[in-house]
């Protein structure tokens, strides 16, 4: 299958990776082209736009950063994914977006005789890594039939919820709930160190217990490490917990511990951790990330 890939940083690199494994034809395209090098060298083309991306490929995926990104990147009037010929085409945005945005390219992509489906994942750089990712889809049931093969060989569920943005919805979903479980992880920590307790066997304890959570698993052992390398970019999270929020606020829902996880992030990115791995929480707490 020939398939396009835009932006290839600490996921997309990753899951490109899968696709060359698995045999398919690989068409690449990242803003710093020096990403996309060890990715040509094992045999992916490197296409100078998402437009040439575009007009090589059946299947078009897209994995930025941010969603002035992806209506760059699918918008653009010279180089976009929409000035290429899409007819019969299917586009597949993998970064986390706005519901809103989903709903916008779905429409275009109609217009054009193309389609388009959202598909944001969670699994963190591990999940792609491993191929282990969770993925969120909102589009057309016959789109998303037609990917299952893609999405079986880079993750391990996949789920149809609805239609355009209903995968973003989901992913929105997914990003309240590791609000909780990265605060919660953050303050247990802090608090059993202060209480002078073995932080590796209250880990081990609580994984065996009902406080077991993905959050505590993946990134703890990071954080006694003092490795706070991304992972999940701190300035990622922030993006998503304030999509979240304004999708709760146009719904009149108030997500109050959704708010404070917000503000906590934006307090760590404002005394200069923007890029690191959401992880870095801790040092609001523990000053680069040493235990006091
Ligand atoms: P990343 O390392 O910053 O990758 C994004 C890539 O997109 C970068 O290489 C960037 O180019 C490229 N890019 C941005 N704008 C572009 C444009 N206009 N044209 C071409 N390329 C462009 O971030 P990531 O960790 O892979 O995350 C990507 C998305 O997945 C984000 O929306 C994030 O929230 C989501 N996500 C991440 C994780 C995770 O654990 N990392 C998990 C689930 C979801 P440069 O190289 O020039 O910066």
Redesign the pocket.
């Known amino acids: 299958m020939k398939i396009g890939f835009?932006?290839?940083?600490?996921?997309?690199?990753a899951i490109v990776e899968h696709l060359i494994a698995a045999k398919h034809e690989l068409y690449v395209?990242?803003?710093?082209k020096s990403?996309t090098d060890d990715l040509v060298e094992n045999g992916a083309t490197w296409k100078e736009s998402?437009k040439e991306v575009t007009e090589e490929s059946d299947l078009v995926f897209t994995?930025?950063?941010?969603p002035k990104?992806v209506q760059?990147?699918y918008y653009?009037e010279d180089k976009g994914i929409f000035s290429a010929n899409v007819t019969g085409k299917i586009l597949i945005d993998?970064?986390?977006?706005t519901p809103t945005l989903a709903e916008e390219i779905y429409q275009t992509a109609r217009e054009k005789q193309a389609t388009s489906l959202d598909a944001?994942?969670?699994?963190?750089?591990l999940?792609?890594k491993n191929a282990t990712?969770t993925i969120m889809v909102g589009g057309d049931k016959e789109a998303f039939d037609r990917l299952l093969p893609i999405f079986k060989r880079i993750g391990k569920t996949y789920t149809l919820h609805g239609g355009a943005g209903k995968g973003q919805h989901t992913?929105m979903a997914n990003q309240i709930m590791i609000a909780g479980t990265m605060t919660g992880m953050t303050e247990m920590l802090v608090y059993a160190n202060k209480a002078g307790l073995d932080l590796d066997k209250v880990l081990d304890t609580l994984a065996g217990g009902s406080a077991a959570n993905w959050s505590m698993s993946n990134y703890s052992p990071r954080i006694l490490a003092k490795n706070f390398s991304?992972?999940?970019?701190v300035k990622?999270?922030i993006?998503?917990l304030k999509i979240a929020l304004e999708e709760a606020e146009k719904m009149s829902l108030d997500l109050p511990n959704t708010k404070l996880a917000e503000q906590l992030y934006e307090k760590l990115a404002n005394q200069g951790y923007e890029n690191d791995g959401t992880q870095a929480l801790i040092k609001l707490w523990w000053p680069e990330g040493k235990k006091s």
């Open positions: 835009i932006g290839t940083g600490v996921m997309g690199h395209y990242n803003r710093t990403k998402p994995m930025v950063g941010y990104d760059e990147v653009n993998l970064t986390t977006s944001p994942v969670s699994g963190g750089d999940g792609a990712l992913k991304p992972g999940f970019f990622h999270f993006k998503d």
